[in-house]
């Protein structure tokens, strides 16, 4: 098993979070830190099937007006 140090901030809302769930801080860290790992990847899958080509395809698509008052940057 491997050390991972957290700030303090964070371990302290783990730490309130497990006890609250009546489990440890380590299973409590270990099953967020899975969920993170599996989102992450699902992510790099998504972004490994795009390409900047087709985003362009999309974007071509959008009329080009003024942005609606209040929309603006």
Avoid: N
Wanted: proline share 3%.
């Amino acid at each position: 098993m491997k050390s991972v140090q957290l700030p303090d901030d964070v371990y302290q809302r783990a730490a309130e979070l497990a006890e609250s769930d009546h489990v440890s801080v380590d299973r409590l860290v270990a099953a967020l830190v899975s969920e993170g790992v599996e989102d992450w990847a699902r992510v790099q899958a998504r972004a490994a099937r795009g390409s900047v080509q087709k985003l362009a395809d999309v974007l071509s698509k959008v009329r080009d007006i003024p942005a609606e008052t209040g929309d603006q940057l």
